[in-house]
Each structure stands twice: as structure tokens, then as C-alpha cells.
């Protein structure tokens, strides 16, 4: 195994008690993406004031994913005022264009909007509204990039006015970044202290998690999954839906089997193969086969021409045996030694026929093997 450096990306979102006790769907969604050497992570947490506010929150983590795929260099070299405009502008054309094929109002599709996209050394992270994004360093506590933001009792969302002036944009080298994390104001809860301004140990866990190459990604999720569930559904204030959304960039070894299998695709070998030559040796194969069952339906003739002399042959003296050898010898003698030598006859024949056997099984399986030689090298 090599070490070879990779990204990793794991994320979960939760009904929070509150919905689950009105009966309304989680309105917090997640969204990664991996494209043109770009990787995306998106977290959206829907107003819960707005009554499809979860169609909302989707798309707007589903655009910043596509977007930034497709557009991250030219991007990134803009300002960030600039970038700013440029992606609230495609994330609210998105969400008009679905309210009007729902027949809603573009305020019922709500939600605030945090990402982070990296290429190669560089990052570009957004963030409207509360939630959290974090990041990580090896060997130290997680820090804070981009805290929650609340106007009193409020936040802003992507559809507000003035969500333009509130759209705080992070692009940098990565430099010692070895990852991030995304959560909605739920999860703050559970994950950042008020108090102190800064994030819990259980962070540092989920990254730890994210890092092992042993655990499959449906496994980790899983795990975040029922992390919130039994731990974070409880510690949220107003009962909140919950989310979580991780991404690693890590150099260990990778177990290629885990998670996708990356196939290092080679040249084909340089063999020279006569392709004339795979059918002379099965010819030549089925040619000495053929002899072989030919001789041995002959050998069986003579096997049944000797069990119909031994059946004509009695002892010495009986009708018909004038002129036969078995009356030169003791009484007995000649039936037994013929005995012997058709059994050793019949025997003989038995190990042949289980040879030709052996050779059919080893012809057949020969001309697979060069099949599929020829298969691989054409």
C-alpha cells in the first residue's frame, strides 16, 4: 500500500424533537460534491418559520456544490465582495425559479447557507446566517473559521435583503489545514462553547473518525448519525433539527477497498503473442486426444474378443476343447492365468480413459486461458 493523499467527506442531518413532535420534516440538509478536482461540502439549516423552507435549504447546498465544481478557479480569483455576488445572485435565481414551479413565495424557502470548496492548496468558504465552520490542524483542539451570526433572537437567511451585507467569505492557502467541519445552530448546541467561544473535544472525535481509512464513509455517517441522536437532539436549546457535514484531507495509507476502489490504469504489457499460434497448440492438442480415444476403442475391442474366448474355454476334456491350449496344462491353470491378464487388460484400460479424462478437462480449461489472453491482449 501507498501513501497517498486524499479527501474524505462525511455528513448527517437529524429531525430535531421539536419537529418530530409537530410532525414536520427536518429542515436542515447537507451536500457534497467531488468534480474537476474540486470538493465541496454544504451544510443549510431551513427557517423554521417557513413552510418549505427544507426545499429551500437543499437547493442551495445542492448549487454551491455545482457551482464551485465547475467554477472554482475563476472564482477564487475574484474578491470577495465579488464572490459574494456572484453566488447569493445563483443561489436566489434557484430558489425563484423553484417557487414559482411550486407556486410559493421565495420567503417560504428560507434557510441559511454554509460551505467550504478546496482545489489542490486553496480553500473558499461562505457562510449566511448562524451555524458554525471550523477547521482543523494535525495535533491540535479544532478552531474556528466563521462564527454563528444573530441579529437578537434572529439570524438571516438567503433570501433576506440585506443577506448580501452578512455574506462572509474566507478564501486562503490551506498551508497546515488538514480539514473542515460544517454544523448548523443545533449542533452548536452540543459542539461549540458559548462561554469560551470555542469548540468541544467532540469535534476533534468526529475528525479522528473521519481519518481512519478502516472505517467506510456509510459506517461513519452512520456513526455521526447516532452520535446527534443519542447525545445532540437533547443539549438543543429550542429542540432543533441538527447537521453535521466533515470534510479530511489526509496523507495516510488508504485501503483502497473501502470506500472507492482507485484503479491505477497501465499500459498494456508489451507481450507478443502469434495469434495463430493459441489454435495450432489446441489443434495439435485435439489431434493427439483423438488418437488417443481411437486407440483406446480399439483396446476395448480386444478386451470383449478376449471375455468371449474366455466364456468359450472350460476345463480340460470338456465338449468342443479339441486342439485348444487348456488341455496341455493342469486343470484350472489356463482359466486363471487368464484371468489375471484380463483383469490387468481391464485395468489398463480403466487408467487410460482417466487420462483422456484429465487431458479433455486440461484442453478445455488451456483454450479458456488463451481465450481470454487473446481477450486482454487485443
Given at each position: 500500500m501507498?501513501s497517498t ?5 462525511a455528513g448527517?442531518y437529524v429531525?430535531g424533537?421539536?419537529?418530530?413532535e409537530?410532525?414536520i420534516?427536518?429542515q436542515?440538509?447537507?451536500?457534497s460534491?467531488?468534480?474537476?478536482g474540486?470538493?465541496?461540502?454544504a451544510l443549510?439549516?431551513?427557517?423554521g418559520?417557513?413552510?418549505k ?6 437547493i442551495?447546498t445542492q448549487f454551491i456544490a ?6 472554482f478557479?475563476a472564482?477564487y480569483?475574484k ?6 455576488k456572484?453566488i447569493?445572485?445563483?443561489i436566489?435565481e434557484?430558489?425563484?425559479?423553484k417557487a414559482?414551479e ?10 441559511t447557507i454554509?460551505f467550504?470548496g478546496?482545489?489542490?492548496n486553496?480553500y ?5 446566517g448562524?451555524g ?5 490542524k494535525?495535533?491540535?483542539?479544532a478552531k474556528?473559521?466563521?462564527y454563528p ?7 438571516v437567511?438567503?433570501?433576506n435583503?440585506?443577506?448580501?451585507e ?12 488538514k480539514?473542515f467541519?460544517l454544523m448548523?445552530?443545533?449542533t ?5 462553547d458559548?462561554?469560551?467561544k ?8 468526529f ?7 478502516r472505517?467506510?464513509?456509510k ?7 447516532k452520535a ?12 432543533d433539527?441538527?447537521s453535521i457535514?466533515?470534510l479530511?484531507?489526509t496523507?495516510s495509507v ?9 484503479v491505477k490504469?497501465?499500459?498494456?504489457p508489451d507481450?507478443v ?5 493459441p489454435t495450432?497448440?489446441?489443434n495439435?492438442l485435439?489431434s493427439?486426444?483423438n488418437?488417443?480415444?481411437i486407440s ?11 471375455k468371449?474366448?474366455?466364456g ?11 486342439g485348444?491350449?487348456?488341455?496341455q496344462g493342469p486343470p484350472?491353470?489356463e482359466?486363471?492365468?487368464g484371468n489375471v ?6 485395468q489398463?484400460?480403466k487408467n ?8 479433455s478437462v486440461a484442453?478445455?480449461g488451456l483454450?479458456g486461458i488463451l481465450?481470454k489472453?487473446l481477450f486482454?491482449?487485443?
Amino acid at each position: 500500500m501507498n501513501s497517498t493523499k486524499s479527501i474524505r467527506v462525511a455528513g448527517a442531518y437529524v429531525t430535531g424533537k421539536s419537529h418530530l413532535e409537530k410532525n414536520i420534516p427536518c429542515q436542515d440538509r447537507t451536500f457534497s460534491k467531488t468534480l474537476n478536482g474540486v470538493t465541496v461540502i454544504a451544510l443549510a439549516d431551513g427557517a423554521g418559520s417557513c413552510a418549505k423552507s427544507d426545499i429551500g435549504a437543499e437547493i442551495a447546498t445542492q448549487f454551491i456544490a455545482e457551482f464551485l465544481c465547475s467554477n472554482f478557479d475563476a472564482v477564487y480569483e475574484k474578491e470577495e465582495k465579488s464572490v459574494s455576488k456572484i453566488i447569493l445572485g445563483g443561489i436566489q435565481e434557484c430558489l425563484n425559479q423553484k417557487a414559482n414551479e411550486i407556486n410559493a413565495d421565495i420567503k417560504d424557502l428560507s434557510s441559511t447557507i454554509l460551505f467550504v470548496g478546496m482545489k489542490n492548496n486553496k480553500y473558499l468558504a461562505g457562510h449566511i446566517g448562524d451555524g458554525l465552520i471550523g477547521y482543523f490542524k494535525d495535533k491540535e483542539d479544532a478552531k474556528i473559521l466563521s462564527y454563528p451570526y444573530n441579529e437578537g433572537e434572529y439570524t438571516v437567511f438567503t433570501t433576506n435583503t440585506h443577506a448580501l451585507e452578512n455574506f462572509r467569505i474566507y478564501k486562503e492557502n490551506l498551508k497546515d489545514i488538514k480539514g473542515f467541519i460544517l454544523m448548523s445552530d443545533g449542533t452548536c448546541d452540543s459542539l461549540y462553547d458559548l462561554k469560551n467561544k470555542s469548540l468541544t473535544g467532540y469535534n476533534n472525535k468526529f475528525f479522528s473518525l473521519l481519518n481512519d481509512h478502516r472505517v467506510s464513509i456509510k459506517i461513519i455517517e452512520e456513526k455521526i448519525k447516532k452520535a446527534i441522536k443519542s447525545k445532540f437532539l437533547d443539549k438543543s436549546i429550542n429542540g432543533d433539527d441538527c447537521s453535521i457535514n466533515l470534510l479530511a484531507l489526509t496523507d495516510s495509507v488508504h485501503i483502497a477497498s473501502i470506500d472507492k476502489v482507485k484503479v491505477k490504469v497501465s499500459d498494456k504489457p508489451d507481450l507478443v503473442l502469434d495469434e495463430k499460434e493459441p489454435t495450432k497448440t489446441i489443434n495439435q492438442l485435439q489431434s493427439s486426444f483423438n488418437s488417443l480415444n481411437i486407440s483406446f476403442q480399439k483396446i476395448e475391442k480386444k478386451v470383449s474378443n478376449l471375455k468371449t474366448i474366455k466364456g468359450d474355454t472350460g476345463p480340460r476334456g470338456s465338449k468342443g476343447d479339441k486342439g485348444s491350449t487348456g488341455s496341455q496344462g493342469p486343470p484350472g491353470a489356463e482359466g486363471a492365468t487368464g484371468n489375471v491378464e484380463l483383469e490387468s487388460i481391464l485395468q489398463w484400460g480403466k487408467n487410460v480413459k482417466i487420462w483422456l479424462i484429465i487431458l479433455s478437462v486440461a484442453l478445455v480449461g488451456l483454450g479458456g486461458i488463451l481465450a481470454k489472453l487473446l481477450f486482454f491482449i487485443n
